[in-house]
């Protein structure tokens, strides 16, 4: 058994710019805890930040820390990996508390709900039977369109 603690300042890191707005950062909590079934993550959203648009290849629980929040879900249009029409059709918003789970292979982002009222929650990734949990992320529009996969 191992114990740390979501709060601890140290070990705080940038995120890959390529697949968040905004100064997102996180910790990386399953090493610390020598989780091997599933990833484990505290991120932060400042004002107004949020994922861009992706989905994973197994399933997602998110649990609210901070802040206010939302995920959205979408559905795509077409058989194209990279170049797609998108369509919202699930908001729910996200506070202190709140857990969603997310099944694999759906198209989504979630983040800070405003430009005014920072966002942070844990995310656990569960693995599948593959060796690494695999994430597909897109730019977007976040209305209509998915341009790329990036």
């Known amino acids: 058994m191992t114990k740390t603690n979501i709060f601890g300042t140290s070990d705080k890191r940038d995120v890959n710019p390529d697949w968040f707005t905004g100064k997102v950062w996180m910790k990386e909590l399953s090493s610390k805890i020598h989780s091997k079934e599933q990833d484990i993550y505290h991120v932060h959203f400042p004002k107004g930040s949020r ?28 058989r194209k990996k990279s170049n797609f029409e998108i369509k919202i059709t699930q908001t729910i918003k996200l506070n202190k508390g709140d857990i969603v789970y997310i099944p694999p292979k759906t198209l989504h982002t979630h983040g800070s709900v405003s430009k005014t009222v920072e966002f942070s929650h844990i995310a656990i990734n569960i693995h599948t039977s593959k060796s690494k949990y695999m994430t597909s992320w897109f730019e977007s529009d976040f209305k209509t369109k998915a341009y790329k996969m990036i």
């Open 51 to 78: 994922t861009k648009l992706h989905l994973h290849d197994g399933s997602q629980i998110l649990i609210a820390v901070s802040g206010k929040g939302s995920l959205v879900m979408y559905q795509k249009s077409g």
